[in-house]
């Protein structure tokens, strides 16, 4: 079964009968939207155990309190390797979970330790949170960013609306879908550069199936909620830096902070960014139209 | 300057640090440096004393050295607390 990423075709196998794949969120993520791209073979198992030997910790964290499956993950390093091992609090399915990825061979070895007296698990090809964290992983090392915004299109101008959880990022995307816009997504979104330019795509979503979409990136807004509606355009290093400061990001090194920061630093020379204060009307989206005229 | 425990950018003539802790990049306390802070860690790359430091500057900008010494000691103040700039030699300091 293929799941097409940007860039990336993960083409998932099971080596054990148990494991069913059923893809839900990544289900329509079966076609590339982009011309090249490198191929990763993901093959799952099922074991009693896992076995990180020889491996050493990069990084670790936890899903956030009150999350519906509590669970933590942490980022393990081998030479070329990198290993993603999830373990879970109260899955129904799964106990633990570890998933090798080595670059060299472009394979990805997945091993489950499932629950007791289980015939079968079903799980999608990215399951939650494994596969979130995969994919963080993959988008840094082809030098993509993966940022929590909404996007959406207009007559060929791509946006971009950025800001912590909880403060507008559906919102701002809902009221241009009202005016016509398509939607991007209005959660994640996955950045890349093809031939010299900067691209948003939708990822595949835990909860829901929605089709691939891709749109250039032309402009980006640190949108926040306010009384009046307030765009203005930053400059320099504040705007590359507030731009970053809501970026999905994982870096255990000094080297792989360092290309992050040059590739923040590479869309923030490209792309305008914005400040923008809103009410949640449609006055925005005129206000926003507006800019580019 | 502590360049090991940071990893820095620059664009424009503006200047961004990221400080990383065992490694770990931590992105809450990132710092960015403004034109003249740009110059004085460029001055820094290479450990100097604070005479050294204010003679390189003086050269910089069109400033009187009362003002200048008294900005440079602020601005290294802030540094060493942030852990950006390390004292070496703390009879020339």
């Known amino acids: 079964m293929d799941v097409f990423l940007p860039g990336l075709r993960l083409n998932f196998k099971t080596f054990s009968s148990e494991i069913k794949l059923s893809s839900f969120g990544s289900s329509l993520y079966n076609h590339s939207l982009t011309e090249d791209y490198k191929s990763f073979e993901v093959s799952y198992s099922l074991s009693e155990s896992i076995n990180s030997t020889g491996f050493s910790r990069a990084l670790s964290g936890e899903s956030f309190p ?6 933590s993950w942490t980022i393990f390093r081998r030479d070329k390797e990198i290993a993603i091992q999830v373990i879970f609090d109260d899955d129904p399915q799964l106990k633990e979970v570890l998933g090798v990825i080595d670059f060299t061979k472009e394979t990805i070895l997945g091993t489950l330790v499932p629950r007791k007296g289980l015939e079968n698990i079903i799980i999608d090809p990215l399951f939650q949170p494994f596969g979130s964290v995969l994919m963080v992983v993959l988008a840094h090392f082809q030098d993509d960013v993966l940022v929590h915004a909404s996007g959406v299109l207009e007559n060929g101008t791509g946006r971009l609306f950025t800001a912590v959880s909880g403060t507008g990022k559906s919102t701002m995307a809902g009221i241009w879908k009202n005016e016509g816009a ?49 765009v203005t355009k930053l400059t320099g290093i504040n705007a590359a830096m507030r731009f970053m400061a809501n970026g999905i990001q994982h870096f255990y090194d000094k080297e792989m902070t360092g290309r992050h920061l040059d590739r923040i630093l590479d869309i923030a020379s490209q792309i305008p960014i914005y400040d923008c204060g809103f009410r949640p009307t449609k006055e925005i989206v005129e206000e926003i139209r507006g800019l580019s005229g | 300057m502590n360049a090991e425990q940071f990893v820095t950018r620059q664009m424009g003539s503006e200047m961004v640090m990221v400080p990383l802790t065992d490694k770990v990049a931590d992105m809450t306390s990132v710092l960015t440096l403004n034109e003249v802070g740009a110059d004085i860690l460029k001055i820094l790359e290479n450990p100097k004393t604070i005479e050294e430091m204010t003679e390189n500057l003086f050269t910089l900008y069109d400033v009187d050295k009362a003002t200048l010494e008294a900005d440079i000691d602020d601005f290294l103040k802030t540094a060493i607390d942030k852990k950006v700039v390390e004292i070496i030699n703390q009879e020339r300091f």
């Not at chain 1, 009150?66 to 669970?71: N, S, V």
């Open chain 1, 66 to 71: 009150g999350a519906e499956i509590p669970y």
């Open chain 1, 182 to 230: 398509t939607l991007i997504n209005d959660d994640r979104l996955w950045l890349r550069k093809v031939d010299g330019c900067w691209f948003m795509f939708n990822t595949p979503m835990p909860y829901y199936a929605q089709e691939p979409q891709m749109a250039p990136l032309n402009e980006i807004f640190l949108i926040r909620q306010s009384p009046e509606n307030e």
